[in-house]
């Protein structure tokens, strides 16, 4: 079992409906949670940065981690066809190496 | 700034060929990582530099494999011999680690491998 489970998808959806993302993760040591956004041969990129549990919001975006369910969630709102991507969530103890879930394909079609 | 800059952007050559792949960190960044992604496997990181020295290279499949950090600006992976099973995309990553609230990877763009 990989430490950091996400479904692959893909998952489509309408302009402007809400989505969301989520990961499991088994590792407890786990303290500081991303989300990373990766557009089609590109490298990942850096979304969203959290520590430990609770909700942060940066703009259409609110990334979410509940550390007693082991579960990392990521909400667009408004989602734009620009939002196409893959997704990866990741985790990271302290000081560690990251690790990353398998990704989230996402389409939003217009 | 420019970013993570990585070279070959795409890199085709035959089984048993010695591929070289080549990164530039951030500049000011003390910490290089090397990825590996693949459909099937996902991102899977290969081995870490910390302040240009190999922290982990648990990763590392296996000793066809191997990377180097002569200086704080330059990192190079080495496959020799190569495989078709190293087809994949790698990827180089910086950060600044120290602080924990520094400890965001900047990823290049990726090296595309074919081995036929």
């Known amino acids: 079992q990989k430490e950091v489970e996400q479904d692959p998808g893909p998952l489509s959806v309408p302009e402007g409906a809400i989505v969301s993302l989520n990961c499991t993760y088994s590792n407890s040591a786990f303290q500081y949670f991303m989300w990373y956004r990766q557009y089609s041969r590109k490298g990942p990129e850096l979304l969203m940065y959290?520590?430990?549990?609770g909700n942060k919001e940066d703009g259409r975006f609110t990334a979410q981690v509940d550390k007693s369910s082991k579960y990392i969630s990521l909400f667009i709102r408004d989602s734009q066809p620009s939002d196409s991507a893959t997704y990866l969530c990741?985790?990271?103890?302290?000081?560690?190496?990251?690790?990353f879930g398998g990704g989230t394909r996402l389409m939003v079609k217009p | 700034d420019a970013g993570v800059i990585q070279s070959p952007r795409h890199e085709v050559t035959e089984m048993g060929q010695e591929v070289t792949l080549r990164c530039k960190p951030i500049?000011?960044?003390?910490?290089l990582f090397w990825y590996r992604q693949t459909m099937m496997r996902g991102l899977e990181l290969l081995i870490y530099f910390n302040n240009n020295v190999p922290i982990d290279d648990s990763g590392m499949p296996e000793d066809r494999f191997s990377a180097k950090m002569p200086n704080a600006s330059f990192s190079t992976l080495k496959i020799q011999p190569s495989e078709p099973r190293d087809s994949a995309v790698y990827f180089c990553?910086?950060?600044?680690?120290?602080?924990?609230?520094?400890?965001?990877?900047?990823f290049g763009s990726g090296t595309q491998l074919s081995v036929l």
């Open positions: 959290t520590y430990s549990s």
């Open positions: 500049s000011g960044h003390n910490s």
């Open positions: 990553a910086s950060s600044l680690r120290g602080t924990i609230q520094n400890e965001k990877l900047f």
């Open positions: 990741a985790a990271d103890n302290a000081g560690n190496m990251l690790t």
